[in-house]
């Protein structure tokens, strides 16, 4: 099962920003966005959330066509992080993840919601902070009570734009930990929209390069070559192996040329 998106095309107002994508992303994956800035990766999840309308082209999943389904069907099938999250309502912890149940409710939440929000408190560690107010917790903390909202809808596609945006290494890695073990656990389809190159060959499945709001090549990690990477984001450098990890080594940056991406296998 999976996420297809097929000719698709969005903007704001009369501007054009994601032009003919085609893309299917596969759950138990951690599908990773990668492009310059103003490459269209955002404008791309909001669309997939129903946030931004499509000018052309589909958007299915499960075979089931986005812009038939209401915005409660779409709530309890995607989660979507939005990449700036800073005005946030004074309320608790414990609060702010049982909103991600409200699709479910019918007067209010029930024990089977209570429940839920209980397990995801104990799984991203947040034991403790459920009566603290979430504009008095840190970046990190922060960051992990809007991923667990986000899981608490129990969905089955979770958008997440730039999630560790502004966040120390520490916290980064814990938060790309939990996203990507709840993937594999729940087996989610999970799109991911990183500036971190090397934090994308880490925890990525697949990932995805935009640019200039076109998507240039998709592939598994293991098949991304230098060339992509330098043509998509206009520098000089080199894949190596460290701790049998890869990691882009840049050197320097270059001027855009002529020269095709090379396609993935």
Not at 55 to 73: H, M, P, V
Request: charged letters at 25%.
């Amino acid at each position: 099962m999976s996420l297809e998106v097929k000719g698709l095309y969005a903007g704001y107002d009369r501007s054009l920003v994601i032009q003919g994508i085609d893309a299917i992303f596969s759950e138990g994956r951690v599908n990773i966005i990668l492009g310059p800035n103003g490459s269209g990766k955002s404008t791309l999840l909001k669309t997939m959330a129903k946030v931004l309308l499509p000018r052309a082209g589909t958007i299915r999943l499960f075979n089931k066509d986005l812009q038939n389904l209401s915005l409660k069907e779409i709530a309890k099938l995607i989660a979507y992080l939005p990449q700036r999250s800073n005005n946030v309502p004074r309320m608790t912890v414990f609060e702010s993840i049982l909103l991600g149940r409200k699709p479910y409710f019918t007067f209010g939440p029930g024990n089977g919601d209570l429940e839920i929000v209980n397990s995801i408190i104990e799984e991203l560690k947040l034991r403790g902070f459920e009566n603290k107010f979430v504009d008095e917790l840190s970046g990190g903390e922060l960051q992990k009570v809007l991923l667990a909202r986000c899981l608490a809808q129990t969905p089955k596609v979770l958008l997440l734009d730039e999630p560790i945006n502004h966040l120390d290494p520490k916290n980064q890695i814990e938060i790309l930990e939990i996203i990507k073990t709840t993937t594999y656990r729940v087996n989610l389809i999970t799109l991911l929209v990183l500036h971190d190159l090397n934090l994308a060959l880490r925890y990525g499945d697949e990932l995805f390069f935009m640019k200039d709001g076109k998507l240039l090549w998709k592939g598994f990690t293991s098949e991304v070559i230098s060339e992509v990477i330098e043509m998509v984001f206009e520098v000089e450098g080199e894949l190596a192996e460290f701790s049998n990890q890869r990691l882009f080594i840049i050197s320097s940056y270059s001027t855009p040329s002529e020269k095709r991406v090379p396609k993935a296998l």
